[in-house]
């Protein structure tokens, strides 16, 4: 049967992007998806867009994809001064070819797809941070104790299963409602089952925040999911962004801690 690779959140991190890329291309895997932020914060913008465009079937818009095109509304100044650096990545391009083309990738990115999973049965709804919000809200683990009527609501507009980005922690929400981590999952796989609907966070590959900083990304299989970890060479993705005068230090050091 087909697999999917899903990733997120590259933003901008190339050593990540590589090294995942190595890793699925390394694997029995058809084809890969990108659920959007591409781009921001990391200091090759253009280097990622390029190889998401190249080698994904498709990709969604996120928050930061947004920003830069537009405006980086309400954006913490770390993000902001990002966002408008990766713009001015984006035109300076000497080559008007490839400037053209990474616009016009940039701008067609949809906000939502819906298509079918593995199984040839259950649908599949994949956004960036929400289904009720899809480019800007996010699906925190805590909601489950603090916000569920936040996750009915969200959970009412899912038909089986979804597949998100943005927080940038990995793990499976279901409607009962639950969180579950990767690491309490067996061999870190979750099993789509008739009895319960599911939010799956597929992580982050350029900027993790669950206190790992291996990238991560999902596959997509005939019976669910499987979360995977990827090392890649944090400190030089780091370096990059140090000695980038526009980019902010602190986004160098939360790789190291996967923060």
Request: hydrophobic content about 35%; aromatic content about 8%.
């Amino acid at each position: 049967m087909p697999t999917t690779a899903i990733i997120s959140d590259v933003h901008g991190n190339l050593e990540a992007l590589q090294a995942v890329l190595a890793d699925i291309q390394s694997k029995d895997i058809t084809r890969i998806i990108c659920l959007g932020d591409i781009i921001g914060y990391g200091a090759n913008p253009c280097e990622c867009v390029d190889l998401v465009r190249a080698r994904c079937d498709w990709s969604l818009m996120g928050n930061h994809d947004f920003g830069v095109l537009y405006e980086p509304t309400n954006f913490n100044p770390a993000a902001e001064s990002s966002a408008y650096w990766t713009r001015d990545r984006l035109d300076q391009e000497p080559d008007d070819e490839k400037r053209r083309q990474r616009y016009e990738f940039l701008g067609r990115l949809r906000v939502r797809v819906v298509e079918t999973c593995p199984d040839g049965r259950t649908p599949l709804l994949a956004v960036h941070g929400s289904p009720r919000r899809p480019i800007n809200e996010y699906i925190f683990p805590d909601d489950v104790a603090s916000g569920p009527d936040k996750l009915a609501t969200i959970f009412e507009r899912v038909p089986k299963v979804c597949v998100v980005g943005h927080t940038h922690v990995p793990g499976v929400f279901t409607d009962e409602p639950d969180f579950y981590p990767p690491s309490e999952l067996t061999d870190q796989t979750y099993l789509f089952n008739d009895r319960e609907k599911a939010i799956i966070n597929v992580g982050s590959v350029g900027q993790p925040r669950d206190l790992d900083p291996r990238a991560s990304y999902v596959i997509l299989h005939e019976r669910g999911i499987t979360f995977v970890r990827v090392p890649y060479d944090v400190e030089k993705a780091a370096e990059r962004i140090r000695t980038t005068p526009a980019l902010v230090d602190w986004l160098a050091d939360r790789l190291l801690e996967g923060r």
